[in-house]
Structure formats: C-alpha cells, structure tokens
C-alpha cells in the first residue's frame, strides 16, 4: 500500500547534521497487525518534536515522523479488531516509534489507542484539541488530582493554545486561576476571552511574581503551577571552553536538537521564583526536560513539603497497563470539546503540500494539516 506522507530526515550541512522535512511521495505502509486499523487521513496536528527524546529513546533512528494527533475515516480494520467499524469517523495518538507519519494520506494506528469522533465536532478541532488538552488532563488530573473549587493554579504562557486548554480545564473544575502572560496584548485576550480568571499577572510590567502572587492569594502560595519553560542556569557562553572542536561539537549538538524543541518563552521566571509561589504541600508540573535544581532550591521544596512532576504526555503510549487510561481520557475530551467546554486555538490550517514550508516556523502557533482527499 503507497501513500505521501512528511518526515523530518537528517543532512550534513556546514559540517553539522540539520533536520530537514520532506515529503515523500512513495511512502509504502506496513502490513496491518491483527489489532490495528488502517485510516484515511482527514487532519493531522502539527508540533515541534522534540527529536532529542527520540534519540534517547531510540539511539539508532536517522529520520521521524511527522504528526502524531489525527482524526480521520477507518478504511480497513485487523482480524481481531472489536471496537471499531469500517467507515467510522476516529481521532486518536500515534505512538512516538510509529513507521506511518500521521501527516500523510493513511495511517496505521493501533485499535486502542483510538475513540470515535463526535458527528458533531470537525476533523480539524477533534485533531487540534487532542495533544494540549491531553497535556492538561495529565496535569490537573493525574499529577494534581486534589485540585477543587478552593485550590489555586498558576498557569505560565496562559495565552498559548496549550496555556488556554489548561485554564478552560480549570473552569470546569471550578479552580480559581491566576494567568501569566508576556504581554499586554495576550492579557487583553484572556480578559475578554475568560473573564472568570482570578487574575492575568504580565510580566511585562509586572514587578515581583512572587510579590503579586502572594498579595493575591493572602500570603498562602498557589496549590500547583505548570510552567511553559524555565529559564536556564546556564548557557554554553558561560563556559570557557579551549578546545575548539569541542566547542564546535557542542554547539552543532545545540543547533541539531534547537530546532525541534520549543525553547522557552523570552519572558520567563527562575525556578526559585516558581518555587517560591508554591503553597505547603504545592506541586510544580513542569514541561523542561533538563531541569537543574541548586541545594537552596531543593532546600526550599523541602521546607514546602511540596512536589515537582514533568509533564510529558507521549508516556501514556508508552506503557501497555495505561491504555483504559488513555480510552477515558480520549472519549472525555471529545465528549468536552462537542459540548464547547475545550475550544482548540487553531492559528492556520495547510495542505499536506505545504507542510514543508510551514513546519520549520511552527513556534508556538496552533497549525492543523487538512485533507480533502476523498474516501478512496
């Protein structure tokens, strides 16, 4: 079986290894396992990999897929498939060591790690809703699971389409909210957009985070923060390094993973900041992966009895006893998203011929592949 479908691939440039997306026009899918389903793609989110996970995962893979959140028709089930019909509208994850991109014209995707899509809900909002309100789900009901009318989040980078999901998440548990933002633009969204929010602190103009934070809630900290990035300890310029191969050699290592992975905002707190708005028994999620804490800030966890959790969704297909987890959490956030409780924040949507040219400056913006390609 050929299709088309996008991969980011490996080439020697500059005496360094770029990542370069391309696609390929002959893409010959794998044979159908017994519990999987071959679907016909109708839309596909698209955001950065972090290839430097991968690698970790996987130390020998020289290319990736693109495109792990789809929505699209089935058009050919396995010999053991029980939950899902031929012709019936799905969305679901690809898992991250997947040979079928899910940016493509088909799919193979496993039988569970899939649930129908409401009739109701377009392919484009039933793809663009799946990773950031995962990502939230995880946050406020797997690693904050005591969150409740009388608890506090603090939400960084609230403006985001994965900062929105959150604070929409928020309202329906009923959760007072305090909204960091980086501007005063993004603060005039959220206060016409949630005008439920506690309060938008912007750390434009704002003078202390840690001040405002417990000013607002009386001295007490908020129960749980989820950041969008920290700021570093340190850079490579803070090194002295002589050898200039070595250098080179660490600053191609930068370059190859840097384009990937999404750096953090350009406004940003310190981690002692973060842990400093943490209340007694608080819970810090966040999404670095290379979190460093110095003696005096693990010290000041300690004292808070609080906690530190990362946030890294692809885990739940990592782990075959999760996937009634992933199910429920899956068919929940459809059941939310028909109902308009979560509302994806979609920037653009393309073409599959134009996912080259727009991956490399995807940022932070919400983009949705759209196929019109009919049922075949």
Known sequence: ?????????????????????????????????????????????????????????????????????????????????????????????????TESPGCAEYCIVPEYNLVPKPQSLSHVDAAAILAPA????????????????????????????????????????????????????????????????????????????????????????????????????????????ESPLLRQQLEAEGHRHGYESAPPPTLCPTKHQIISCLAAHGCWITTQPDLQLDPPNSQLLFLKGASVHFLFTPVWLLSCDEQGTVLDMLTDIMKKAESRQLRPLITRTVTLDEVCKVFPMLGTASVVMKSDQKLK
């Open 1 to 97: 079986f050929k299709m088309r479908g996008v991969y980011l691939s490996y080439v020697s440039c500059e005496s360094r290894k770029k990542l370069v997306p391309r696609l390929e026009e002959h893409v010959i899918l794998p044979d159908l396992g017994e519990y999987d389903v071959l679907i016909q793609v109708k839309a596909c989110a698209l955001r950065r990999i972090d290839t430097k996970t991968f690698c970790d995962l996987s130390p020998n893979v020289d290319q990736f897929s693109v495109g792990f959140e789809i929505s699209g028709t089935i058009t050919r089930v396995g010999s053991a498939v029980q939950r899902l019909l031929v012709s019936q509208d799905v969305v679901g994850l690809l898992p991250l060591d």
């Open 134 to 241: 995962l990502q939230a789900y995880t946050a406020l009901y797997h690693h904050a699971s005591r969150l409740g009318p009388k608890t506090t989040v603090m939400v960084l980078s609230a403006a985001s389409a994965d900062g929105q999901i959150i604070v929409q998440l928020c309202e329906v548990l009923e959760t007072k909210v305090i909204a960091v933002v980086t501007s005063a633009d993004e603060a005039t969204l959220l206060t016409k957009s949630y005008p439920s929010l506690t309060r938008i602190m912007d750390l434009s103009s704002c003078k202390s985070l840690v001040t405002s934070c417990l000013q607002e809630t009386g001295g007490l900290g908020v129960n749980c923060i989820i950041d969008a990035g920290v700021q570093p300890s340190y850079s490579l310029s803070d090194f002295i390094i």
